[in-house]
């Protein structure tokens, strides 16, 4: 099945509409630049919080390390053992699927089960009173989401795979990884047309709400400017 998926999913017919090979290759380059490392800088008491969008069911990788502002050298090392980082994950219901501290360099795990923007937060454990009070950390921060969170050479060794199995292995992941990217893009289309359907319902009825207090408000002045002129006996 994962076989006759990938082929639809990568192969170009020369009928195919140019729509459809835009949007794939459009697809494949996004999907080849998920997960990448960056660094940043906090304080002692700051919380650092990224936006990730996720597939569902899709094990998402964070690996990271800490550096300790070194005043005297001017420059950052390696941070002690006994600073450690907390890391939290919530989902786009804003339910906490990771609360967990870690070590001065470390890896999290999670794994997506409802699509949407993921919320990943860091910060330290440290106190006024620690050893890094008043000074700046450095977190070195990779994610890797979905296909790129798999160790294929751990995977090759475990399963005693061959070099064909393997990269076998890695295409069906990867069409799979493909596929779930395609799912969540279609839900967020549904979604998309579904808020534009409920603000146009509301622009119309707000429309209409609009149209009754003008006339309303119409009749109650032609009536008012007629008792008027009434009571002046110039009717």
Known sequence: MAAEQSVRVCAFWPGAGLGKVVRALVL????????GALYFHI???????????IPDETMV????????????REEYQPATPGLGMFVEVKDPEDKVILARQYGSEGRFTFTSHTPGEHQICLHSNSTKFSLFAGGML???????????????????AKDKLS????R???LVEQVEQIQKEQNYQRWREERFRQTSEST???????????TLILVAIGVWQMRHLKSFFEAKKLV
């Open 28 to 35: 494949l380059l996004w999907f080849a630049a998920r997960g």
């Open 43 to 53: 304080g002692e008491t700051e919380k650092k919080c990224f936006i990730e969008e």
């Open 61 to 72: 990788i964070g690996n990271y390390r800490t550096q300790l502002y070194d005043k005297q």
């Open 138 to 156: 450095r977190v070195h921060l990779d994610i890797q989401v979905g296909e790129h969170a798999n160790d294929y050479a751990e995977i090759a």
């Open 163 to 166: 070099e064909l199995q393997l």
């Open 168 to 170: 076998v292995r890695q």
């Open 200 to 210: 146009n319902q509301r622009v119309l009825w707000w429309s209409i709400l609009q």
